[in-house]
């Protein structure tokens, strides 16, 4: 029998601003009990329905500067005028816990993240097309006409950094980039590098373990 590790995975999501990252979100959550998503803290205002302490921890600059100075984040990066930053509290009891853990970053903080866990699973998600994506932006209908032109244009930027990513997902529907998503953690369960113990019972299995041993301490196998 092989054991994976009982840790659950840090997977950061990024993607233009209205790519879907939440709406899809969303629907992994819903499909998947043993995720749980990290809730971020943000200086900018609340925007349509949003709560405070459900989609954001919501500060003002000064409340965030105070967590910023007392080493209470992961990491954290300013975007537009506003700063967005992963609190580092309950992160490694979900984690323990054996809980997969996403975090819904923008590509500074991912950068951060990468330094300092470089195992972390990175996930970038796009749109179909850039004249899709105006359109989402544009139909969420919660920001202004300007804010929208801004998050559009840092778009083409943030689409070049994709390659600093592990995997990308095309948002073409909800429910294909969901399903994307969910194979990938599911693969990433199976890496050998994941594996943590192998129990092996029978004469059979023993020479398996052999094998097993061998291969991952890269020794070479005569054959
Ligand atoms: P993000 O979290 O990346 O900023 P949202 O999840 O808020 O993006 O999605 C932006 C808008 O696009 C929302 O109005 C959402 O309902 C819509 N949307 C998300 N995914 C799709 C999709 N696959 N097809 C059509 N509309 C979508
Ligand atoms: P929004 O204002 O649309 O909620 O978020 C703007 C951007 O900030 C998005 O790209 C989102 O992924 C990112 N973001 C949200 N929370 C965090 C966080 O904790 N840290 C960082 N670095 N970015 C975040």
């Known amino acids: 029998m092989i054991k994976t590790k009982k840790k659950g995975l840090l997977i950061v999501i990024s993607g233009p601003s209205g790519s879907g ?3 899809i979100i969303k629907d992994l959550l819903q499909k998947n009990e043993n995720i ?3 809730i971020s803290c943000t200086s900018r205002q609340p925007r349509g329905s949003e ?9 003002t600059k000064e409340e965030f500067e105070e967590k910023i100075q007392r080493d209470e984040m992961l990491e954290y990066a300013q975007y537009g005028e506003n700063y967005y930053g992963t609190p580092k509290e309950y992160i490694k009891s979900h984690l323990d816990n054996g809980e997969d853990v996403i975090l819904e970053i923008e590509i500074q903080g991912a950068l951060k993240i ?3 866990l470089p195992e972390t699973l990175f996930i970038f998600i796009l749109p179909p097309s850039m004249q899709e994506l105006k359109k989402r932006l544009e139909g969420r209908n919660t920001e202004t006409k300007e804010k929208i032109e801004k998050r ?3 778009a083409y930027n943030e689409i070049n950094e994709v390659s600093k990513y592990n995997y990308v997902v095309v948002n073409d529907t909800v429910e294909n980039a969901s399903n994307k998503i969910n194979a990938i953690i599911i693969a990433e369960r199976c890496r050998v590098d994941r594996i943590e113990e192998v129990y092996l019972n029978t004469p059979e299995e023993k020479i398996h373990e052999n094998i ?5 301490k890269n020794e070479e196998i005569n054959i």
């Open 212 to 216: 097993i041993d061998k291969d991952l």
């Open 21 to 23: 990252k939440g709406t």
């Open 36 to 38: 749980w998503l990290s």
């Open 152 to 154: 559009f244009a840092t």
């Open 51 to 59: 709560q405070n302490k459900i989609d954001y921890y919501f500060l």
């Open 114 to 116: 990468k330094e300092l």
